[in-house]
């Protein structure tokens, strides 16, 4: 046997992964595409990834957190929810939780940094993870014995249990046989940073606006300019996504600054321009004979209500505690009975979210007449229903 356990994927999910795992008498193997540098070093990627409050305690737990400078953590104090052009907004403040904030935003190129540098960390400790990099799983097989993978440099490799941690269009999950259920929404998403000159007040909005939907993730000021900062995202068609990314700078702004109504005032492009499209997955089954799969592996989410990485941290917790309690019970790690338990815990934890998330983008992006009468009730509804904004302030903040 090489390993105790594969990770295929080190991407946030697998790298938080083989760090939880760490120090526990496991042998770790861990196989990433991407080569060393591009770990090291992850460029801006555009997205701002909003933290529940319970992501932030494993996040500190596994000595990410400190890891990331604090000034490039904002706090997320309150969430906004607007429709159509009406000034009116479902407000989910963070008094309907139990802290100043909901929770927190972060970089996502920062968290795979900091992911990757408590790996380091945890392998000078405890020797107990090998880094393969710049080499493709290309097959994975699994018997009652043991499970493998074939890399493509033609190395095989052995273990216990394999993880699938290689992204929501997991190829080792397919070569597993795992079927998915698949939501092409059609559209493509585009982030990046701007400046703009009203202030935000660190609130995140969602604006599901007639033809299109706009997201405003708060940030903390400019470290240049100290100018008001926050993550945008612009939900269209990808014809109209990729001319925006095409546009110039200037005609960008203005352009941008219309759509969101100069409710920030000017709006300056202050990153790069990346765009993605958008898919949900949710896989039939989250494990196999001696397989499991991890972070979007498990649930590749629809970022509208921003629970991607927070469920990549579930998978990472509940894998954890699952193959901690077999492994001190003398059991085998990857036996049926441990990683149905697994899935069971992530199932629960994520499936209504994915589903729900799911039914307001069907309702949200509807446009006739109709729709936009009943779009705009839900709301004003929604808004009037204490319970619902705590229960939604209580999944903002995870606890
Ligand atoms: C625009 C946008 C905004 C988002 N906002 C939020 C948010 O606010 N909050 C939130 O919680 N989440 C958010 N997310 C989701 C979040 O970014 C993802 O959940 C998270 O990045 C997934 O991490 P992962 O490690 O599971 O997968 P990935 O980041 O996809 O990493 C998979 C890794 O596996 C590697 N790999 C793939 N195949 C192989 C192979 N065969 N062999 C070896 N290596 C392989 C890849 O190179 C990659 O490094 C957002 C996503 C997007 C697109």
């Known amino acids: 046997m090489d390993a105790d356990?594969?990770?295929?994927?080190?991407?946030?999910?697998?790298?938080?992964?083989?760090?939880s795992l760490s120090g526990r008498q496991l042998q770790i193997v861990l196989i990433e595409q991407q080569a060393l540098a591009q770990l090291e070093a992850p460029g801006f990627d555009g997205r701002e990834i909003a933290l529940t409050q319970h992501s932030a305690a494993l996040m500190k737990e596994l000595g990410l957190w400190d890891l990331i400078a604090p000034q490039a953590i904002a706090p997320l104090r309150d969430a906004k929810v607007m429709d159509g052009p009406a000034l009116f907004s479902m407000v989910i403040?963070?008094?309907?939780?139990?802290?100043?904030?909901?929770?927190?935003l972060v970089s996502n190129h920062?968290?795979?940094?900091?992911?990757?540098?408590?790996?380091?960390?945890?392998?000078?400790?405890?020797?107990?993870?090998?880094?393969?990099?710049?080499e493709k799983v290309t097959e994975v097989r699994a018997d009652a014995d043991d499970a493998g993978v074939?890399?493509?440099?033609?190395?095989?490799?052995?273990?216990?249990?394999?993880?699938?941690?290689?992204?929501?269009?997991?190829?080792?999950?397919?070569?597993?046989?795992?079927?998915?259920?698949?939501?092409?929404?059609?559209?493509?998403?585009?982030?990046?940073?701007?400046?703009?000159?009203?202030?935000?007040?660190?609130?995140a909005w969602e604006w599901?606006?007639?033809?299109?939907?706009?997201?405003?993730?708060?940030?903390?000021?400019?470290?240049?300019?100290q100018a008001h900062r926050a993550s945008v995202v612009i939900t269209l068609s990808s014809r109209e996504i990729e001319r925006l990314v095409q546009l110039d700078e200037a005609a960008f702004n203005l352009e941008v600054a219309q759509r969101f109504s100069q409710r920030l005032g000017g709006m300056r492009l202050v990153s790069?321009?990346?765009?993605?499209?958008?898919?949900?997955?949710?896989?039939?089954?989250?494990?196999?004979?001696?397989?499991?799969?991890a972070g979007d592996a498990a649930v590749g989410m629809h970022p509208v209500t921003a629970h991607g990485f927070?469920?990549?941290?579930?998978?990472?917790?509940?894998?954890?505690?699952?193959?901690?309690?077999?492994?001190?019970?003398?059991?085998?790690?990857?036996?049926?009975?441990?990683?149905?338990?697994y899935e069971r815990g992530q199932k629960r934890a994520t499936l209504p979210l994915y589903w729900m998330t799911r039914l307001v983008i069907e309702i949200y992006t509807r446009d006739?007449?109709?729709?936009?009468?009943?779009?705009?009730?839900?709301?004003?509804?929604?808004?009037?229903?204490?319970?619902?904004?705590?229960?939604?302030?209580?999944?903002?903040s995870g606890m």
């Open 5 to 19: 356990i594969i990770i295929v994927g080190g991407g946030p999910a697998g790298l938080s992964l083989a760090k």
């Open 93 to 104: 403040g963070h008094e309907l939780g139990s802290r100043p904030e909901l929770g927190w």
């Open 110 to 134: 920062l968290i795979r940094q900091a992911a990757f540098q408590a790996v380091q960390q945890a392998i000078q400790a405890h020797q107990d993870i090998t880094l393969i990099t710049g």
């Open 150 to 203: 074939t890399l493509g440099d033609g190395r095989t490799l052995r273990a216990r249990l394999v993880i699938a941690a290689d992204s929501r269009f997991s190829t080792t999950r397919r070569a597993m046989g795992i079927s998915a259920q698949m939501h092409d929404f059609g559209k493509n998403m585009l982030v990046c940073c701007m400046t703009h000159d009203k202030p935000h007040d660190f609130a």
């Open 208 to 225: 599901f606006g007639y033809g299109q939907t706009l997201a405003l993730l708060p940030m903390n000021p400019d470290p240049l300019t």
């Open 272 to 293: 790069t321009r990346h765009s993605y499209p958008l898919v949900s997955v949710f896989p039939d089954r989250l494990v196999a004979t001696r397989f499991a799969c």
């Open 310 to 341: 927070n469920f990549g941290l579930l998978s990472v917790e509940g894998l954890t505690r699952e193959i901690s309690l077999a492994q001190s019970a003398g059991t085998d790690i990857g036996a049926p009975a441990v990683l149905r338990r």
């Open 368 to 396: 006739s007449t109709p729709a936009k009468l009943v779009r705009a009730a839900l709301l004003r509804l929604s808004d009037r229903m204490v319970p619902l904004k705590k229960s939604i302030a209580l999944s903002l």
